[in-house]
């Protein structure tokens, strides 16, 4: 095959699959990188969720102060920080606290940020006679549970546990809370 023949059956092949192409409604785009970019962020930004997360000063101001109101009450509790997810940040055992207090303060973080709203105010939702909230491992809806939230979404909880009832526990959270409520936006 001459070097002229061979041109020809090259030109020949593209101009079918040309052809075929346009019959089929196949179509191509030449895009340069910075026209690519915004599609792929857009898919990216459908993929990807940012939530706040509650720094460890802030958790540290907030034990600190919940310490400071126990101390007030003459109370031996147990702070407990949860971020969004349950897990434990911070766990700050007053002196003289329960060995339950830590697991209570837990369970109570756990349930606040979980429903975003007091355990106080879940308790008083949960009534007998059958299956309710109050059955999901875990959790615990007695007061004392504080949620943290920032943009309107929980971020983290707080819980309090020691305290001989738990409107006490839940006003201790609350004093926790206050002392970092203005920077949460």
Do not use: H, Y
Not at 10 to 18: K, N, Q
Not at 26 to 31: E, G, K
Not at 97 to 115: D, H, I, L, M, Y
Not at 145 to 173: K, Q
């Amino acid at each position: 095959m001459t070097g002229s023949a061979r041109a020809r059956l090259a030109a020949g092949s593209l101009t079918g699959l040309a052809i075929l192409a346009g019959t089929l409604g196949v179509t191509t785009a030449v895009t340069s990188p910075a026209q690519a970019a915004p599609a792929a962020n857009a898919r990216a930004a459908q993929a990807v969720v940012q939530t706040g997360v509650l720094s460890a000063d802030a958790a540290l101001k907030i034990a600190d102060a919940a310490m400071k109101e126990a101390g007030k009450r003459k109370q031996r509790v147990t702070v407990v920080i949860v971020d969004r997810s349950g897990a434990t940040r911070l766990v700050l055992k007053g002196d003289g606290a329960g060995p339950q207090t830590e697991e209570s303060a837990r369970r109570k973080a756990f349930t606040a940020v979980s429903f975003g709203r007091t355990t106080g105010e879940l308790g008083k939702g949960v009534t007998g006679g059958g299956p309710t909230i109050a059955d999901i491992p875990g959790t615990l809806f007695l007061g004392g549970g504080v949620p943290v939230a920032s943009g309107g979404a929980p971020i983290a909880g707080i819980g309090v546990g020691g305290a001989p009832s738990g409107d006490i526990d839940e006003a201790i959270a609350q004093a926790g809370l206050k002392a970092v409520a203005g920077s949460l936006g």
